[in-house]
């Protein structure tokens, strides 16, 4: 069984409750409160599903086939080495004669084992998307309507999750290849954090104009209009809210790092949050800020939009 199973079901059912309150006619701070405890849920459930599944197997050879279960505890795997024609077990694996026992024992002084595939990056991404939307620092607006669909949509994904738990803990699930090709080593396409960092400065020039045509954009969100537009002020809030992204994608990304690994022992401890989550969170809080009228430029002050009478001492 996946360490944390019964506090992950247990905060995915109290998500589930928490919509169900949420469609409720409410006052808006708590309706505010709710929203915010319900996004730490289901941020938390999120980590989860990059843990490493359990089912694994590798092809060393055309007639061949390594697979087993590995212990999300200890991280030690045990199977059986087949042949694929016969389907009859050969031996049991062990170090010595298998692939895929070394790649998922091997580890390094400086780094953390190698990434193993995730029990659901997409449930992941889902759930962490949904966390994002639901907290109200987030600024996203929607009608009233189109929340109550979206708390339904949620309940829905809140109960796929709860399914998925339960058949990866069960052994219901089919074993996820290790093989990139027949005769090669065992590996799995893994993007992280620092590879990230690394396309990022080597295309800086176009993140930077990706940033920019964005905040262009959000001028244009509201009441915006394309004259108000400053240049010095637009290129200070976009950096502000480049920096202002990729600290709170940190923040998520550390946080889920540490849910990820939470009751393993240390030497199973693995680097399973790929960049593509780290990529997806920055991306959404820098659309939320523009979508959200961070970028929406303010008219020039002009005296004569002032009402008749008034006392511009009041405002001092």
Request: hydrophobic share 50%.
């Amino acid at each position: 069984m996946q360490p944390n199973t019964k506090s992950t079901a247990v905060v995915l059912v109290l998500c589930m409750a928490l919509l169900g309150i949420l469609l409720l006619p409410l006052p808006l701070p708590a309706y505010k409160v709710l929203k915010f405890f319900l996004s730490l849920c289901l941020l938390y459930a999120a980590g989860f599903f990059l843990r490493p599944c359990k089912k694994l197997k590798f092809q060393p050879s055309a007639d061949r086939l390594e697979s087993g279960t590995r212990n999300p505890v200890d991280g030690s795997f045990s199977g059986s080495l087949r042949d694929l024609k016969s389907g009859a077990p050969l031996d049991g694996l062990t170090r010595e004669n298998s692939a895929i026992v070394r790649f998922v024992d091997d580890d390094d002084i400086l780094t953390r084992n190698n990434p193993l595939p995730p029990v659901s990056l997409k449930l992941s991404l889902a759930l962490v998307v949904a966390a994002l939307v639901m907290n109200p620092l987030t600024p996203v607006h929607l009608p009233k309507t189109s929340w109550m669909v979206l708390d339904v949509l949620v309940i829905a994904l809140a109960a796929s999750a709860l399914r998925l738990i339960r058949e990866e803990n069960a052994g219901n699930r089919s074993h996820v290849p290790l093989t990139r090709t027949v005769g090669q080593p065992p590996g799995f396409p893994f993007m992280s954090v620092d590879d990230l960092w690394g396309h990022a400065l080597r295309l800086w020039p176009a993140v930077l104009g990706g940033a920019f045509a964005i905040a262009l954009l959000g001028t244009q969100v509201g009441d915006g209009e394309f004259e108000d537009i400053r240049l010095g002020a637009l290129v200070f809030e976009t950096v502000q809210a480049l920096l202002a992204a990729l600290v709170a994608a940190w923040l998520i990304y550390c946080f889920t790092d540490a849910t990820s690994n939470q009751g393993v022992v240390e030497r199973a401890r693995r680097r399973q949050v790929p960049g593509e989550f780290f990529l997806t969170v920055f991306l959404f809080i820098l659309l939320s800020l523009a979508f959200g009228g961070f970028f929406t430029p303010e008219p020039p002050f002009d005296p004569r939009d002032a009402p008749d009478g008034y006392d511009w001492a009041d405002e001092y």
